[in-house]
C-alpha cells in the first residue's frame, strides 16, 4: 500500500480502509498512520474495513492484534469487517475469531 | 523425484523484498496451472520464510537471502528458502504457534504455522550462527491441461 488509507470518522467510530498488499514491508506504514489516527480523534470503535485487500500474511493478523490492544486501552473496541474469501483462512487460522472481532462476509452498512 | 524445472534467485533482506519473492515465485508456479487459492496459498509461505528472514535471520543487518524453487513429476513444487543469518537456537519451539521473539515489531507468531498449514510439508534445517533454510513442499491438484 503506497497511498494513506482511506478513513471515515462520524464522532465515534473511526472505519479505516484497508487496501492492496498487507505484508511486513506495509504493515509498519499503516500501523503508523492508524496509531496516529487514534491518539488524535479517540473513537469508540475502529472498524477495519478488508474489503480492498488483495493479499494478507501473518503481518496483517498482527496489525489487527495491535490495534485491538490499543483500542482495548482507550476502553474501546476493534470490528474486521467485510473480509474477502481469499483471506478467510489466515483470519481463521490466526484465533482472532475468539477476540470477537470479526464480523461475517459483506455486510450492506459496509459496502458504501 | 524427477525435477522437471529450476529457478533461483538471491536478493537483499530487505522488506521491500517479500513483496518481489512471492511474486516470483507465484510466477514461476503458475506454469502449474495452480488454482487462484492455491497460488495465493503458496504466496502466503513464501511470504512468511522471507519475512523469518527479514525480521529475524537479518535482524538489523542486510543479508543475502536465496530463493530456490523447483518444479517436480506429479505437479509438486518445492520453495527452498535460505539465509546466512543468527540461526535458530530451539526450531521445535520457534514453530509454536503464537511464539515470537518480536513482540514489539507487532509479530504474531504464526509464520511457521501459516507455513504449514498453506503447504504439504515443511522441513527447518538450521545452525545457530551459520543460517537456516527452509522447504515449502506443495502438491497442486492435477489440471485438464496435464496428459
Known amino acids: ?112 | 523425484m524427477k525435477v522437471l524445472n529450476e529457478m533461483s534467485v538471491n536478493f537483499e533482506s530487505r522488506s521491500v523484498n517479500e513483496a518481489f519473492a512471492r511474486t516470483a515465485a507465484a510466477a514461476f508456479a503458475a506454469q502449474l496451472d495452480p488454482t487462484v487459492a492455491e497460488l495465493n496459498e503458496i504466496r502466503t509461505a513464501v511470504s512468511e520464510a522471507v519475512t523469518n528472514c527479514v525480521v529475524h535471520a537479518y535482524r538489523d543487518t542486510i543479508g543475502i537471502i536465496s530463493m530456490n524453487i523447483r518444479i517436480a513429476e506429479g505437479n509438486i513444487l518445492i520453495v527452498k528458502i535460505r539465509d546466512r543469518g543468527c540461526g535458530i537456537e530451539d526450531i521445535p519451539r520457534a514453530m509454536e504457534p503464537l511464539f515470537t521473539t518480536s513482540p514489539e515489531d507487532e509479530r504474531a507468531g504464526l509464520g511457521f504455522a501459516v507455513m504449514q498449514s498453506f503447504t504439504d510439508k515443511l522441513t527447518v534445517r538450521s545452525k545457530p550462527g551459520k543460517g537456516t533454510t527452509v522447504t515449502l513442499e506443495k502438491r497442486l491438484s492435477p489440471r485438464l491441461s496435464d496428459v
Open chain 1, 1 to 112: 500500500m503506497l497511498l494513506k488509507p482511506k478513513t471515515m470518522f462520524d464522532g465515534k467510530v473511526l472505519t479505516v480502509y484497508l487496501s492492496g498488499d498487507i505484508d511486513h514491508h506495509s504493515a509498519r506504514r499503516i500501523r503508523e498512520y492508524t496509531d496516529a489516527l487514534i491518539g488524535e480523534l479517540k473513537p469508540v470503535r475502529l472498524l477495519l474495513n478488508y474489503s480492498a485487500v488483495s493479499f494478507m500474511d501473518s503481518s496483517g493478523i498482527g496489525l489487527i492484534m495491535g490495534r485491538y490492544r490499543m483500542m482495548k486501552l482507550y476502553g474501546g473496541s476493534v470490528s474486521v469487517v467485510s473480509i474477502p474469501p481469499a483471506l478467510r483462512k489466515m483470519m481463521e487460522l490466526s484465533g482472532l475469531g475468539c477476540l470477537d472481532v470479526l464480523e461475517g462476509g459483506n455486510e450492506e452498512n459496509e459496502s458504501a
